[in-house]
T-cell receptor, first 116, second 110 residues
């Protein structure tokens, strides 16, 4: 089983609909992230959370919201989906403590969202 | 956050060594340099990380000059399966967020 699991893997929806993408992890990491990737582009950070009580906006948070239900669960919501939110969404986790190198990011398999 | 600049794409042939350079002119003292690999429709995967000089693992080597304003990811004897996008990131342990650029698209041909 994957350490970072995203559901759904694929979703087609219509403009104006509310969509939730869910992420769960078994790695025991405190830090979780949501990224968006558009064709030919790199990943852009939407939101990140360093623990259950900590939520931070990333580069492109407008139109999105998140919920950190538990250490292992981090959900991304599109309250009213629009076509330019069609993209591949990735959840990631990391565990960084103390000093020294940045921790490794572990990614889920991605959730492909199409908004018609 | 230190901004990184990489070539958009590179081409190579099987068996050759590939060197991908990343420029990070405003890297901070506490920043580390990390490289990720991404295959189509998959999440990025960690390759290697370093602070200065040279780091080597079973997959790649990372060369960092003394001024640390650039770094080079070296892939020895590439195969077709190394065709992917490679991202260079710069940050430290206190970083608030990791930012990916557009990466370098490597195409390995037979």
């Amino acid at each position: 089983d994957a350490d970072v699991t995203q559901t759904p893997r694929n979703r087609i929806t219509k403009t104006g609909k509310r969509i939730m993408l869910e992420c769960s992890q078994t790695k025991g990491h405190d830090r979780m992230y949501w990224y968006r990737q558009d064709p030919g582009l790199g990943l852009r950070l939407i939101y990140y959370s360093f623990d259950v009580k900590d939520i931070n906006k990333g580069e492109i948070s407008d139109g999105y919201s998140v919920s950190r239900q538990a250490q292992a669960k981090f959900s991304l919501s599109l309250e009213s989906a629009i076509p330019n939110q069609t993209a591949l969404y990735f959840c990631a986790t990391s565990d960084i403590t103390g000093t020294g190198p940045t921790g490794e990011l572990f990614f889920g398999e991605g959730s492909r969202l199409t908004v018609l | 956050l230190a901004k990184t600049t990489q070539p958009i794409s590179m081409d190579s042939y099987e068996g050759q060594e590939v060197n991908i350079t990343c420029s990070h002119n405003n890297i901070a003292t506490n920043d580390y340099i990390t490289w990720y690999q991404q295959f189509p429709s998959q999440g990025p995967r960690f390759i290697i990380q370093g602070y200065k000089t040279k780091v080597t693992n079973e997959v790649a080597s990372l060369f960092i000059p003394a001024d640390r304003k650039s770094s080079t990811l070296s892939l020895p004897r590439v195969s077709l399966s190394d065709t992917a996008v490679y991202y260079c990131l710069v940050g430290d342990v206190s970083f608030q967020k990791l930012v990916f650029g557009t990466g370098t698209r490597l195409l390995v041909s037979p």
